[in-house]
């Protein structure tokens, strides 16, 4: 079964710095996708970026970076220049490779943004 | 269209009554997910329709739970006899059909409780 793990129940970072946030996972599968959402209080969880396992570039979108070892099956989260916005639960995820790509969810990081 | 919509957004309930949630997906989404989430967990897949057809239901939802979408446009979700186990907030997600793994789009959510 596949499994995703978040150590971190919590974490907070100082406005204008980074914040790394941890994932590991289980798969028996050779070429698959990882995705980071990030769920604000009371609102929409939305996706922050994915990762094709078959890249071996790590993924960036704008602040957000990830650093991906396959050989570990690690998948960590980089925001920099941290933002009030940021603030929000933050959830590894991992598609099903079977047709039907139902998410498997981390239990989630919980980040906090000090200004 | 502006994204998924979940109806209601908070449903209080006692114990015993019948519950339905709706999901409108974005019109274009052949897939359409529904989610559990609950305190402090990252959301746990229920079930999943690719247009009309329930192709997947987890082992979570008991036979008191039912899923349809007719026409492959909205989705319901009823809970028959409901539980205070069954408090939580029902997430619906939907994503296009295609190569490739999809984002998935979520809804803002139903908050259940059952009293």
């Known amino acids: 079964a596949q499994t995703v793990t978040q150590s971190q129940p919590e974490m907070s970072v100082q406005e204008a710095e ?3 946030l941890s994932c590991t996972y289980d798969t028996s599968e050779s070429d698959y996708y990882l995705f980071w959402y990030k769920q604000p209080p009371s609102r929409q969880m939305i996706l922050v970026i994915r990762q094709e396992a078959y890249k071996q570039q790590n993924a960036t979108e704008n602040r957000f970076s990830v650093n991906f070892q396959k050989a570990a099956k690690s998948f960590s989260l980089k ?10 639960m933050y959830f590894c995820a991992y598609p099903s490779n ?3 790509e139902k998410l498997t969810f981390g239990t989630g990081t919980r980040l906090t943004i000090i200004p | 269209d502006t994204g998924v ?19 409108d997906p974005i019109s274009e989404h ?20 690719q247009n009309e057809a329930q192709l997947e ?20 979700l009823e809970i028959q006899r409901t539980e205070q186990g069954d408090s939580a ?26 009293t």
């Not at chain 2, 052949?30 to 329709?49: A, C, D, I, S, V």
């Open chain 1, 18 to 20: 980074t914040v790394t």
């Open chain 1, 79 to 88: 925001i920099s220049d941290s933002q009030l916005g940021d603030a929000a």
């Open chain 2, 30 to 49: 052949n897939r359409l997910y529904w989610y559990r989430q609950t305190l402090g967990q990252g959301p746990e897949f229920l079930t999943y329709f």
């Open chain 2, 89 to 114: 907030m029902y997430l619906c997600a939907s994503s296009p059909l295609g190569q490739g793994s999809h984002e998935q789009y979520f809804g803002p959510g139903t908050r259940l409780t059952v």
């Open chain 2, 57 to 76: 239901k987890s082992r979570l939802l008991s036979d008191r739970f039912s899923a349809e979408r007719p026409k492959g446009s909205f989705s319901t």
């Open chain 2, 5 to 23: 919509s979940q109806d209601p957004r908070h449903k209080i309930t006692k114990r015993g009554q019948n519950v339905t949630f709706r999901c």
């Open chain 1, 98 to 100: 079977f047709g039907n």
